[in-house]
T-cell receptor
């Protein structure tokens, strides 16, 4: 039972354009959502998070949008840079009581020069 | 400050053997969580330790076990290795281990079972 899904295994975007990565979840108990970036042979690096009391959070070139009614979140990267090429994971948690993250399968983002 | 240290980085084992992986958290962090990453599966939660107590466990067989020491360092053990156990094993440390807040991941241990 995949509670967090990233339906696009890969995404290719031109440098300078917007990258949009999507994530869907099924568990309505999730109240905290995170995006991680991962390079090969390294651990995931935290990018940005959002609490369920918000619908948008912005940090520089990265913005996360949360649509609770649709159980959908997205990560926007503007403008996309070659160094953004990596695998991106969305993750969710129910912060009251749970001590774990539930991850999606990941989306490989490639930024083309 | 020093990050999360996982040792060894790479490991090759034979089916049926057992293996122990180590994770040293960031100084002051009392929670250590373990995840398994396999292609196409994302990261799957194994277990979480806080102050030497296992607080949460994922849906893995009993061959997977762990422990945490008084200095917060953690080990995970996999017995009777199977080919399907080949994966990247990641640990994450945090102050409280609450819902992924403040997680810092190590670089992982790549386990190959042959």
């Amino acid at each position: 039972d995949q509670q967090v899904k990233q339906n696009s295994p890969s995404l290719s975007v031109q440098e300078g354009r917007i990258s949009i990565l999507n994530c869907d979840y099924t568990n309505s108990m999730f109240d905290y959502f995170l995006w991680y970036k991962k390079y090969p042979a390294e651990g995931p690096t935290f990018l940005i998070s959002i609490s369920s009391i918000k619908d948008k959070n912005e940090d520089g070139r990265f913005t996360v949008f949360l649509n609770k009614s649709a159980k959908h979140l997205s990560l926007h990267i503007v403008p996309s840079q070659p160094g953004d090429s990596a695998v991106y994971f969305c993750a969710a948690s129910a912060t009251q009581g749970a001590q774990k993250l539930v991850f999606g399968q990941g989306t490989r983002l490639t930024i083309n020069p | 400050k020093a990050g999360v240290t996982q040792t060894p980085r790479y490991l090759i084992k034979t089916r049926g053997q057992q293996v122990t992986l180590s994770c040293s958290p960031i100084s002051g962090h009392r929670s250590v969580s373990w995840y398994q990453q396999t292609p196409g599966q994302g990261l799957q939660f194994l277990f979480e330790y806080f102050s030497e107590t296992q607080r949460n466990k994922g849906n893995f067989p009993g061959r997977f076990s762990g422990r945490q020491f008084s200095n917060s360092r953690s080990e995970m053990n996999v017995s009777t290795l199977e080919l399907g156990d080949s994966a990247l094993y990641l640990c994450a440390s945090s102050l409280e281990g609450r819902g992924g807040i403040g997680y810092t991941f190590g670089s992982g241990t790549r386990l190959t079972v042959v």
